[in-house]
T-cell receptor
Framework: GAVVSQHPSWVICKSGTSVKIECRSLDFQATTMFWYRQFPKQSLMLMATSNEGSKATYEQGVEKDKFLINHASLTLSTLTVTSAHPEDSSFYIC?????????????FGAGSRLTVL | SQQGEEDPQALSIQEGENATMNCSYKTSINNLQWYRQNSGRGLVHLILIRSNEREKHSGRLRVTLDTSKKSSSLLITASRAADTASYFCATARSYNQGGKLIFGQGTELSVKP
């Protein structure tokens, strides 16, 4: 149980275009989802907390106009990288809290590798 | 901001040996968790230890927590080639922060057959 599906797993786009990444909770409802970014051989950096039905909470230094987050339903959060540039190339991972954990244990999607040419 | 620091950054051992990874953190915590990441994939939760616990076991995993030193260790016994992955500790200051986890820098473990 508590499976998160993330799509696409990889995407290549041209500089200046926008890319949308979807994160779905398959067998549970997630009022909150977390979006992380990871550079090669580095740790995960929390970008934002996605809240169903309200605005996302962004971490310091993360541009909210650059990384648009929408959490329109209890099972879907989307991250849109707008006007993407090569420096946005990275591995993006979403996660949600496991409801049955009784604590803040997270279940993760498989990640989306974005390459901006 | 990242508050977990892990060492070593990379560890290479032979199958059957034990692997020990350490994690230090800076602020008071509610719990500390360990996750595993296979290359190019998402993370998988391994084990959680609460701030009032000192040691926890799960199969071949043993986790210790020393809140006075703000440190934790993950021991994998009788390692296997399939244990090759990156291992991250993660901390949460308070459950009321909505489950927000901050991850350490990670240890890249390579187990050679």
């Amino acid at each position: 149980g508590a499976v998160v599906s993330q799509h696409p797993s990889w995407v290549i786009c041209k500089s200046g275009t926008s890319v949308k990444i979807e994160c779905r909770s398959l067998d549970f409802q997630a009022t909150t989802m977390f979006w992380y970014r990871q550079f090669p051989k580095q740790s995960l950096m929390l970008m934002a907390t996605s809240n169903e039905g309200s605005k996302a909470t962004y971490e310091q230094g993360v541009e909210k106009d650059k990384f648009l987050i929408n959490h329109a339903s209890l099972t879907l959060s989307t991250l849109t990288v707008t006007s993407a540039h090569p420096e946005d190339s990275s591995f993006y991972i979403c996660s949600a809290r496991v409801p049955s954990s009784g604590a803040n244990v997270l279940t993760f999607g498989a990640g989306s590798r974005l390459t901006v040419l | 901001s990242q508050q977990g620091e892990e060492d070593p950054q990379a560890l290479s051992i032979q199958e059957g040996e034990n692997a020990t990874m350490n994690c230090s953190y800076k602020t008071s915590i509610n719990n500390l968790q360990w996750y595993r990441q296979n290359s190019g994939r998402g993370l998988v939760h391994l084990i959680l230890i609460r701030s009032n616990e000192r040691e926890k076991h799960s199969g071949r995993l043993r986790v210790t927590l020393d809140t006075s030193k703000k440190s934790s260790s993950l021991l994998i016994t009788a390692s296997r080639a399939a244990d090759t992955a990156s291992y991250f500790c993660a901390t949460a200051r308070s459950y009321n922060q909505g489950g927000k986890l901050i991850f350490g820098q990670g240890t890249e473990l390579s187990v050679k057959p």
